[in-house]
């Protein structure tokens, strides 16, 4: 039996990403793997991860969001939180991980919840206006939140260390603009090429069911897609549930590859979430696939054209202008839907 366009074209996206793993290992294996790429590798699934979520929201759902790192930032200190508390009574560091990456995944599903209810009621310019405040409010929010844990329970605080009032056996877990420190370094390039595999499954599987095609009727036309009976509310917020929790799971990911988390501006602020878009935009809004080469492409690029000092921002400037030409001058975009698999 012939095998569907869109499953072919789903096992391509997968096989792009077993692909790339299995050359990295084999070229780290044999020592051809510089000191920096190697670094890189963990990065490259965490941005994929933040790529491909955020495309759900904007590519496939319609609607422009700006405050995606605050659901990474939310799912990043959500789960090293889980894992400074579990450290001593959870020894088996792979399950404490995989725990910690559900928490996050699970904490940031919840955020996108709240946050979605009244904020999906918005449209275009005004939804992204408050996306981005509830980034850059989640943000100053851990910079200065200061929480402990001691016999009695959590203490918790906006002011200082201080005024905690732990005993003895008390322990400062999140310590204001200095974040947590300490967090176990579980995060590994199989365990984010594992969770970029589960993103993508979830992702494309959704996007071609029943609650997809819904999305994307949303989408086109919010009017007709009403008179048919779809719940325009209950879809959009499914969507961006989804959307924040796989960003959870990428802070998860990005928490646990760091021994120090900190909520400072470049981490999840406003440019964290313009780069993401950036992202999506030059892999082609609502393109997946687009989305994991676009984040590898231009995570990796600035790092590996450190050597050229001078004129490394140059070049990746050049870059980004012949990717955006590439996705959308018309004579590209012919070239591209005559191979493609839709034909």
Same mark, same amino acid.
């Given at each position: 039996m012939k095998m569907k366009k869109t499953t072919k074209s789903?096992?391509? @996206?997968?096989?792009?990403?077993i692909v790339f793993y299995i050359v990295m290992q084999i070229m780290a294996g044999t020592g051809s793997l510089s000191s920096l790429l190697k670094g890189l590798l963990v990065p490259l699934c965490i941005y994929s991860i933040m790529a491909v979520s955020l495309n759900l929201t904007v590519g496939i759902l319609g609607e422009l969001s700006l405050g995606h790192a605050g659901f990474m930032c939310v799912g990043a200190f959500a789960s090293a939180f889980f894992s400074m508390c579990t450290k001593e009574t959870i020894t088996n560091g792979?399950?404490?991980?995989?725990?910690?990456?559900?928490?996050?995944?699970?904490?940031a599903a919840i955020f996108g919840i709240l946050i979605g209810i009244p904020v999906l009621r918005l449209r275009g310019d005004y939804l992204a206006i408050v996306t981005?405040?509830?980034?850059?409010?989640i943000k100053n929010i851990m910079n200065v939140l200061y929480v402990g844990v001691d016999g009695s329970g959590l203490h918790?605080?906006?002011?200082?260390?201080?005024?905690?009032?732990?005993?003895?056996t008390g322990k400062l877990i999140i310590n204001g603009a200095q974040g947590i420190t300490g967090t176990p370094n579980n995060s590994t390039f199989t365990a984010g090429i594992i969770i970029l595999l589960i993103t993508l499954f979830i992702i494309l599987n959704f996007v071609n069911s029943r609650a997809g095609r819904a999305v994307m009727a949303i989408r086109d036309n919010r009017i007709a897609a009403e008179s048919v009976g779809i719940n325009i509310s209950a879809y959009k917020l499914l969507a961006f549930a989804i959307s924040a929790s796989m960003a959870g799971a990428a802070g998860a990911l990005y928490?646990?590859?760091?021994? @120090?988390? @900190?909520?400072?501006?470049?981490?999840?602020g406003y440019n964290?979430?313009?780069m993401i878009l950036v992202y999506v935009v030059l892999g082609g809004i609502g393109n997946i696939r687009g989305s994991i080469i676009a984040a590898m492409l231009l995570t990796a690029l600035p790092e590996?054209?450190?050597?050229?000092?001078?004129?490394?921002m140059l070049i990746y400037s050049i870059v980004l202008i012949a990717v955006m030409l590439f996705n959308w001058s018309p004579k590209a975009r012919e070239l591209r839907d005559k191979y493609s698999l839709k034909n």
């Open positions: 789903n096992l391509i @996206t997968y096989g792009i990403v792979a399950i404490r991980f995989v725990i910690a990456i559900l928490i996050g995944a699970l904490v981005l405040a509830f980034g850059e409010i918790v605080s906006i002011k200082s260390a201080s005024q905690l009032q732990m005993d003895e928490a646990h590859n760091l021994s @120090t988390l @900190t909520a400072l501006p470049k981490n999840f964290m979430s313009i590996l054209l450190r050597s050229f000092a001078d004129y490394r």
